[in-house]
């Protein structure tokens, strides 16, 4: 086994939390390279041109879903467990977990339904094709950014939202939970005030007499790991769900 390398750590014991790093011994060289090696090989979508989704899976499917950062795979693993008709397309920024969600769908042998793509969803969704072809799209705890000069970075944006409504089937869903209630008030305002979508929550809880997009639960039956943990912790969860208006 090569050198040791100092393991990579953010910040410090009692550092501020600057942008710069520190190091902490403990890691083999030779496993660190291997890793970022790895990690420098996950599946991309084809380099240039529009993508054709069905091209994405290998299998035949009655339906195809789409998961906007999927992060560690839990809410992935556990709706193609579930539901052995449907495949699923996710994105991913991480290369990381792009790779590990990969490798374990590969071993629970859903790799044939089910592939992550390591991709910005802004620069991803304008290349999928055709329209009209995706059941449901979920957004499970997106955009982690709180301070105001963050905002440009938000994926739940007017840009997006026109891509999933281009890409979702008539009377397709568009799934959105975040445990933070400010970002929830902003994406229901949001969404709904896109021409391409109305409230699909509660029907016995309206607002004002208008439709709600509030869901107590997750009614997909399968969550992510934030979901999880979130629940662990009893943190609230505000879950939205809306639907692709059909164009008469």
């Known amino acids: 086994m090569g050198p040791t390398l100092l393991r990579w750590?953010?910040?410090g014991p009692g550092e501020p939390r600057s942008g710069t790093s520190c190091y902490q011994a403990g890691v083999p060289a030779d496993l660190v390279i291997e890793s970022r090696r790895s990690y420098a090989d996950a599946q991309h979508l084809p380099e240039t041109?529009?993508?054709e989704l069905a091209g994405l899976l290998p299998a035949q499917v009655?339906?195809?879903?789409?998961?906007?950062g999927p992060?560690?795979?839990?809410?992935l693993f556990e709706r193609l467990a579930g539901q052995p008709d449907v495949g699923m397309i996710a994105l991913e920024v991480s290369r990381k977990w792009t790779t590990l969600v990969n490798q374990r769908l590969a071993r629970l042998g859903f790799s044939d339904r089910g592939r992550v793509f390591a991709e910005?969803?802004?620069l991803a969704l304008p290349r999928l094709e055709p329209a009209g072809q995706i059941a449901r799209v979920y957004f499970h705890f997106p955009d982690p950014w709180w301070k105001k000069r963050h905002q440009k970075r938000l994926v739940v944006g007017a840009g997006v939202l026109d891509e999933v409504a281009r890409l979702l089937q008539p009377q397709g869903e568009l799934?959105?939970?975040t445990d933070v209630e400010e970002r929830a008030e902003l994406?229901?305002?949001q969404i709904l005030g896109h021409t391409a979508f109305e409230a699909y929550g509660e029907p016995e809880a309206p607002i004002d007499g208008r439709p709600s997009a509030r869901l107590a639960e997750n009614p997909y039956r399968a969550r992510s790991h934030r979901e999880r943990r979130a629940i662990d912790d009893a943190i609230p969860i505000y879950r939205l769900r809306f639907r692709r208006v059909t164009v008469c």
């Open 9 to 11: 750590s953010r910040w």
């Open 49 to 51: 041109g529009s993508v």
């Open 62 to 68: 009655s339906r195809i879903e789409l998961e906007i």
């Open 71 to 75: 992060g560690r795979g839990g809410f």
């Open 120 to 122: 910005d969803a802004r």
């Open 175 to 177: 799934f959105v939970q």
């Open 187 to 189: 994406y229901e305002t």
